[in-house]
Structure formats: C-alpha cells, structure tokens
C-alpha cells in the first residue's frame, strides 16, 4: 500500500457504493467524497510497517471515521483556510 500525501482541499475518505445498474461490471464501486476538507486525521502510532498513516476528511466523514475506528488511537488537526495547523 503506497501512503498518498494529505490533500488539504477536498477530503480523501472513500466509500463503497451499491450500483444495481452496472451490467457486467461490479456492482460494488468505489467513491471518493466530494466534500471540501475539514479535519486532517494522523494515526498517532505507527502501523507494522513503522508507518503512520494520515488523510484529510470533512466534517462528516470525520464523524463517520470516530463511529468506525473510535478504538483506533488517532489525532484530528483542524484545516483553516487550506493550511494544516498542528
Ligand atoms: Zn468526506
């Protein structure tokens, strides 16, 4: 897995979608949010591999990834005007 950088303007949260309409092709797609970025999140410790993963997410993606990783120990940086504020 290649750790892509942390794009401060539109949130890098993607979710699988169900399209019953793809014929012949998966049904399961994958899409990246639209949302404007919020919140840059950083694992704040490091995975197997030494590495600390971090992506950027709006508002509601945040929330969503609190309900699905909340156990998982991880830090939110707020991004004010396309700047990252540690
Ligand atoms: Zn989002």
């Known amino acids: 897995m290649v750790i892509e950088p942390v794009d401060p303007r539109r949130c890098q949260a993607e979710w699988t979608q169900y399209n019953a309409f793809v014929m012949g092709?998966?049904?399961?797609?994958?899409?990246?949010?639209e949302n404007p970025a919020a919140w840059v999140v950083t694992e704040t410790e490091p995975d197997e591999r030494g590495e600390r993963?971090?992506?950027?997410?709006?508002?509601?993606?945040?929330?969503?990834?609190?309900?699905?990783?909340?156990?998982?120990p991880m830090e939110f940086v707020e991004i004010v005007g396309g700047q990252v504020y540690a």
């Open 25 to 33: 092709g998966n049904v399961y797609q994958r899409r990246r949010c």
């Open 53 to 72: 993963g971090a992506m950027s997410l709006c508002d509601e993606c945040k929330q969503r990834c609190i309900e699905e990783m909340g156990d998982r």
